[in-house]
């Protein structure tokens, strides 16, 4: 019998700085000099005005995108120490070639066993078609927290205070900055199962 909690978790900018490398490749193919901590638009057209939605696709669906990128502070040791506990799930959306790529990725430089739910890029920031239920949820998008049946959602900020990460009074949401912060939800969580 299996009784390991369900932990889904999306993958940009909450297991990878995603971000941060969108940044570096439109600041080469814009000759910028951008910093990534400046984002203020999820389209990044804040820092690139001339941005097109096709400019977008394109930077994440690259394989450059995926050459050197960076996982968020700590990530990787809190999976290793949870990952007999849990059973992780990738929840994250993009384009057919970009989550193939995700996919790619998280086999060769995670070394974990997962469940991927890939959600093919429509325009809306939803993971609704995923079924959560009794599960704990992690994202750094509102809206996709919302949108979730997860019984715990988890908002990752990283220190940012972006418009796509603002709380209601309302919000049933766990709000955390680092991934210890995460690592402390689910061990409490683990030992007090009854809160799911």
């Not at 400019?55 to 990952?83: M, R």
Request: some cysteine.
């Amino acid at each position: 019998m299996n009784n390991k909690i369900d932990l889904f978790l999306d993958f940009d900018d909450t297991i990878c700085l995603t971000s941060k490398q969108f940044v570096k490749l439109a600041n080469k193919k814009y000759k910028k000099e951008e910093d990534w901590n400046n984002i203020n638009r999820w389209d990044f057209k804040d820092l690139y005005p001339e941005i097109t939605n096709n400019d977008i696709d394109n930077i994440f669906s690259s394989e450059d995108f995926f050459v050197d990128l960076e996982l968020c502070e700590n990530c990787l040791d809190v999976i290793n120490s949870i990952k007999n506990l849990v059973n992780i799930h990738i929840a994250t959306i993009g384009t057919d070639k970009n989550l193939k790529n995700k996919m790619k990725w998280i086999k060769e430089n995670l070394n974990i066993d997962f469940n991927f739910n890939g959600i093919l890029d429509t325009g809306i920031n939803d993971k609704s078609s995923v079924d959560m239920s009794g599960a704990i949820f992690v994202d750094d998008r509102i809206d996709n927290l919302r949108s979730s049946n997860a019984n715990i959602k988890i908002l990752y900020k990283n220190y940012h205070n972006y418009s796509w990460q603002q709380i209601e009074p309302n919000d049933n949401i766990y709000v955390v900055d680092s991934w210890e912060q995460i690592c402390s939800i689910l061990d409490f969580i683990s030992k007090n199962p009854e809160f799911i």
